[in-house]
């Protein structure tokens, strides 16, 4: 290996934080030329899960791997971070106020910021999976005013991913043929899949669609089928599987992360990062755009024609997300 990286892992005792680790350390993260140093963070109530899983990452003997630490200290899980996995959240309980959430995720997500930007590396790279995804890295972002806000990132490649995976279905084509799928807004129910640019093997996937289906059916598959399915595959999984999304949670996070970190090749792809305006999205805002990763930073795509629906849909989950963020203000979490 020609570099050595530091990647911190939050709720690493958890599921996500176990389908995560073992891809982390083989290299499939970074690549083959850059050792890891993996720091675990945990609650107490975690901490033996991850020390389970220490354990395990000794035994696979990875070539990479230079050392783990596990931790209940958020200062000295950061500490030189390379690469933040910020995955321990609280979720939504059954019967749990908004409010309550927003309160108890700022409970995490502030005090973490803050120990990224006393201690994490120049270069750091955040990436935040634990729901609210894009509330909780705007409370992050905004408890490390040292660490340029475009580095605070949420996750929005698993919808991403799945809106290939079922355009890959309906069209017959391998999902290495697609390109240029967007995922808009938020990472909950109001997100905006939108595939009017998309391309199968060339060839805009809107015509293969109403070639295939004629014009009406195509419209109504697009807006009554594949929108709400992506957008709510979550719900889906755990009805099927009888447990959440897990590998396929991790895979889009690795994603995200080497194609931030490598580059983006085969068009563009998706995540939630702070609005600069684009496309309306109010300043600063957590959003997901379409975006190309270049020299090691994410540009949102310009350019991008939006039609009436697409305007509605955008509007309406950048609307939440506004909600989000305004009850978070009011609780006093964005400092
Ligand atoms: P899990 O419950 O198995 O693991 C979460 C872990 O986080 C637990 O071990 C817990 O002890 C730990 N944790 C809680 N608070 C912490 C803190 N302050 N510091 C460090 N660790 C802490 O949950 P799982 O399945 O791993 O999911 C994690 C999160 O990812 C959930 O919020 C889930 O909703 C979210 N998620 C997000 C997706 C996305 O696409 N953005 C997709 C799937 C899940």
Known sequence: ANSLATVTITGAGGQIGYALLFRIASGQLLGPDTAVRLRLLEIPQGLRSAEGAALELQDSAFPLLQSVDVTDDAASAFDGANVGLLVGSRPRGPGMERGDLLAANGAIF??????????????????????????????????????????????????????????????????????????????????????????????????????????????????????????????????????????????????????????????????????????????????????????????????LELDAFARERIDASVAELIEEREAVRTLGLLG
Not at 168 to 184: F, G, K, N
Not at 264 to 273: E, F, I, P, R, V
């Open 110 to 303: 502030a005090p973490q910021g803050a120990a990224i930007n006393a201690g994490a590396a120049d270069d750091v790279r955040i990436v935040v999976v634990g729901n609210p995804a894009n509330t909780n890295a705007s409370i992050a972002s905004a408890h490390a005013p040292d660490v340029p806000c475009e580095r605070f990132t949420a996750l929005t490649r698993l919808d991403h991913n799945r809106a290939l995976g079922q355009l890959s279905e309906a069209l017959h084509t391998p999902v290495s043929q697609l390109r240029d799928v967007s995922i808009w807004g938020n990472h909950s129910a109001t997100q905006f899949p939108d595939i009017a640019h998309a391309t199968a093997g060339g060839r805009p996937v809107v015509e293969l669609l109403e070639e295939q289906l004629g014009a009406d059916a195509a419209r109504e598959w697009i807006r009554d089928v594949f929108i709400p399915r992506v957008a709510k595959r979550g719900a889906e999984i755990i009805e099927v599987r009888g447990s959440s999304s897990v590998a396929s949670a991790a895979n889009a996070t690795i994603d995200h992360v080497s194609d931030w970190v490598s580059g983006t090749t085969h068009g563009w792809t998706s995540a939630a990062l702070p609005s600069d305006g684009s496309y309306g999205v109010p300043e600063g805002l957590v959003s997901s755009f379409p975006v190309e990763s270049i020299d090691g930073q994410w540009r949102i795509v310009q350019g």
